[in-house]
Each structure stands twice: as structure tokens, then as C-alpha cells.
């Protein structure tokens, strides 16, 4: 009788999973299909696209700019993210409610309303010009650049950092701390060798969610940026638009893929020891 429920409950499972299945196989697993059949068939059959994107230097530094950049963006939202959640873990139950609507008002806003207001703070003769000559620091125009870029991502990404981070945080015990303490442990030793360790779940989660979006991200760099400093999205958003090359464009969406599961599969690899002998100190613990 028991296995009969269970096939029963199985089965009901599997049905209601059907429509999102059949979303995702629609809108995402389609059209990537599509795009890689094009890449591959246009306008010859071959890997000639792939080795166009490979064998061209222009592309070549887009791809390494776009992968420096979103692991500059990565690093830097994690910096900023990190205490932000821990200190969530440590306020009252009012305080925590302001701090994650801080976190979530940004979405709230129109991503337009909020790159646009960056181009207003970044541009020559805005805030952020003002304020850093008031310090003594002259001529500093963030936008067309790299480094605008990359501040207006960080604020974009930042609750994709914060949110994982802080679930994460919400289950450790405190009282570790406490234990390693009582064994003699500073509290900033303590920190490091036991919160730290337990925290990496939700590291690895907002590091891979912060680094994917950020690979692929169109409207900030388009706005903010400079085809001079093009990232990747951009020179396939031209290749579609512009040049209507759809081959050319899949091929450099495929090796940047590529790039970017070889990236994820090695941060797993090295965030897993890491989770697991946190899990085992907890548990001796």
C-alpha cells in the first residue's frame, strides 16, 4: 500500500513539474538549440564561425575584457554583500525588515530609470566628478569607461549577492563561535575558521549568479560603456542588429557558454571541499 502511495504521489509530482518543463524546453532549450544549429550551418556547415571568432584578436580581447570585468564586478559585490548580510544576521527583526528592503528596492525600479540615473551621477560635471574633486582628486569621468561600468553593475548585482548570502547566514549556529572561542580562539580566528567556511554555500551561489548575469549583461555597459570597450554582449547585440550576422553572433554566445559552465564546474570543484569540511567541523562541533 505504502509503495503505491508513493508511485501515486511520484506521478502527480511529475505532472505538475510538465509546465515548467515544458517552458523552459520552449523559451530557453529552443532557441539555444537554434542558435547553435546556425552557428554551425551558416553559411557553410562547418566550425568555420567558431574559428572566425577564435583566430580574430578584436574578439578575442571582447572575450577577456568580458571575463575580467564580470569577475572584477563578482569580487567587488561579494566585498560589499558579505558584511552587509552578516550584519543582517546580527540586528533586530525591525532592522533586518529595512535592511532587506534596501537591498530589494532596487527592484523596485525600472532598470532604464536606474542606469540612466547612473549616466547622470557619471558624466562630466556630475556627482561623482564633484565629490572627487572636492577630495582632490580632479578630472574623474566614470562614464565611457571600464571602472563606470563596473560601479553601476556592482549596485545592479548587489541583491543577487546579498539574498543567497543571507539565507545561507540565517542557518548557522552562533553558538560555534561561542565554542570556538571557549577553546580559545579569537573571535577574527573564530570568524575565519568556522562562520566563514559554513558561509560558502551561499558564496558559491551569489558568486555564480553575480558572474553569470554579469557575463551576459546588455543595458549597463550599453548605456555606460563605449564601443571602444565593448563586452560582449554588446558586440553580439551588433553582430545581430547592426550586421545581422545571427551565425557569428551565435558562435561567440556559444564559446562564451563554453567559458562560462568551465568556470562555474571549477568553482564547484573548489567550493566543494570547502562546504564539506565545514559540514564535518560543524558536526564535530
Same mark, same amino acid.
Given at each position: 500500500? %505504502? &509503495?503505491?502511495?508513493? %508511485? ?18 520552449? =523559451? ?5 538549440? @537554434? ?10 556547415? #562547418? ?28 569580487? $567587488?559585490?561579494?566585498?560589499? $554583500? ?24 532596487? +527592484? ?7 542606469? =540612466? ?7 562630466? *560635471? ?6 572627487? /574633486? ?9 562614464? #565611457? ?34 565554542? &570556538?572561542?571557549?577553546? #580559545? @580562539?579569537?573571535?577574527?580566528?573564530? =570568524? ?12 558559491? /551561489? #551569489?558568486?555564480?549568479?553575480? +558572474? ?20 560582449? /554582449? ?11 550576422? =545571427? ?5 561567440? *554566445? ?10 562555474? /564546474?571549477?568553482?564547484?570543484?573548489? @567550493?566543494?571541499?570547502? *562546504? &564539506?569540511? @565545514? ?7
Amino acid at each position: 500500500m %505504502t &509503495a503505491v502511495l508513493r %508511485t501515486r504521489r511520484t506521478g502527480s509530482a511529475t505532472w505538475l513539474l510538465l509546465p515548467a518543463a515544458a517552458v523552459v524546453l520552449v =523559451f530557453f532549450f529552443y532557441p539555444l538549440a @537554434a542558435i547553435l544549429w546556425r552557428s554551425f550551418t551558416e553559411p557553410g556547415f #562547418g566550425v568555420g564561425n567558431y574559428l572566425a571568432v577564435l583566430g580574430d584578436e578584436v574578439q578575442i580581447r571582447v572575450i577577456l575584457r568580458t571575463l575580467r570585468t564580470a569577475l572584477i564586478i563578482t569580487v $567587488a559585490t561579494l566585498i560589499v $554583500a558579505y558584511p552587509y548580510a552578516y550584519a543582517m544576521t546580527l540586528v533586530g527583526r525591525r532592522a533586518r525588515t529595512v535592511l532587506t528592503l534596501l537591498v530589494l528596492m532596487p +527592484f523596485w525600479t525600472s532598470v532604464m530609470a536606474r542606469n =540612466f540615473a547612473w549616466y547622470v551621477l557619471e558624466q562630466r *560635471g556630475g556627482v561623482i566628478e564633484k565629490a572627487l /574633486a572636492a577630495i582632490g582628486v580632479d578630472g574623474v569621468v566614470l562614464l #565611457g569607461s571600464v571602472a563606470g561600468v563596473t560601479v553601476a553593475m556592482v549596485q545592479v548585482m548587489l541583491p543577487f549577492m546579498v539574498l543567497p548570502l543571507h539565507s545561507s547566514m540565517t542557518g548557522i549556529d552562533r553558538g560555534l563561535l561561542h565554542a &570556538a572561542g571557549s577553546l #580559545g @580562539a579569537s573571535r577574527p580566528v573564530a =570568524f575565519l575558521r568556522v562562520y566563514v567556511p559554513l558561509s560558502m554555500p551561499g558564496v558559491l /551561489a #551569489g558568486v555564480s549568479v553575480v +558572474f553569470i548575469m554579469s557575463l551576459g549583461f546588455y543595458i549597463t555597459p550599453a548605456l555606460l560603456g563605449t564601443p571602444q570597450q565593448a563586452l560582449a /554582449a554588446q558586440v553580439i547585440g551588433t553582430q545581430v542588429n547592426d550586421l545581422l550576422d =545571427f551565425a557569428g553572433a551565435g558562435a561567440l *554566445g556559444a564559446i562564451l557558454l563554453v567559458i562560462t559552465l568551465v568556470v562555474l /564546474a571549477v568553482l564547484s570543484r573548489v @567550493a566543494a571541499p570547502l *562546504g &564539506a569540511g @565545514a559540514t564535518g567541523g560543524a558536526d564535530r562541533g
